[in-house]
């Protein structure tokens, strides 16, 4: 991967833009006109009343309220498809174990299919117990889960009839269709990297999606990744980075936009190949968006 590439999240947008979602869709069209190469969706299909007591950061950092609006990230990106033309459709993540897997499959392929091959999803694990019981779905196992759903989404995805046989996914000769319109739809995944998840991304995943990690940490982490890669055969220079950017504040209290965006550069010498700006919290008025497309397209321009 030769030339940094450029994202917009849209973490928290439900709040950000007070439940508007027509302004949200301008915010994804301005990014789509702007040359911003990504869009994500983040998930959570439901919170529990102590979510807020066990968030593995600390309460302290949990995201927003319980009655914030979280939109289903899938849903929402096939609405985004049909509002924009060019830019890519991601999350951020897909909490991939709720859904069933050959479910899983036929919705991205769908996905895939009719915005035209612009799809690009980062899966994870998830953490939240009662979010999988309310759900139907095994808490336990759930990384186990996750590898077998990567392996259903590409064995549909170019075999029929397929077969499977998993711990938690299991199926004979069955027919997916419509397969997606991407020869290759790219699976990321969004976990912590641990010697056992370093192995599964080196063996899996089209990418990774640190969470909030250092430059040193990104690096030395990739590094293990990259091995594993080669271990399983694989081309450690087709693998992808994204990190998003945290908002730093000035002596008056407001985002300093040029202490914010410096932080991309010791992150793409770490090996980062995506930078990321989430709307809602690197900005702190919706009239400042253009601003943000601004400087990630000069950013774009600095490292391609």
Known sequence: MSSLKTGISLYRIGQFVEGDTKRALDIVRQADRGGIDIVSAPDHVVLATDARDTYPLGPENFPGSLDEPWYEPLTFLSVIAGATQRIRLSTNILIAPLRPGVLLAKTLATLDALSGGRVETVFGAGWLRQEFEACGMPFDGRFTHIEEQIEVCRLLWSHAPASYSGK???FKDIWSFPRPAQPTLPIWLGIKPTERNCVRMGR?????LPDNMGPHFIRTSLASIR????RAGRDPAYFGVRAGLM???GASGTIDFNATFAQAHPLIEAGVTQI????SI????VNQVPDVIG????????FT
């Open 247 to 249: 908002p730093v504040f």
């Open 276 to 279: 990321d700006a989430a709307t």
């Open 282 to 285: 690197v900005i702190q008025q």
């Open 168 to 170: 938690f996914i299991n």
């Open 295 to 302: 400087r990630l397209t000069e950013l774009k321009l600095q």
């Open 227 to 230: 091995t594993e890669m080669e």
């Open 204 to 208: 899996l995943a089209d990418g990774w």
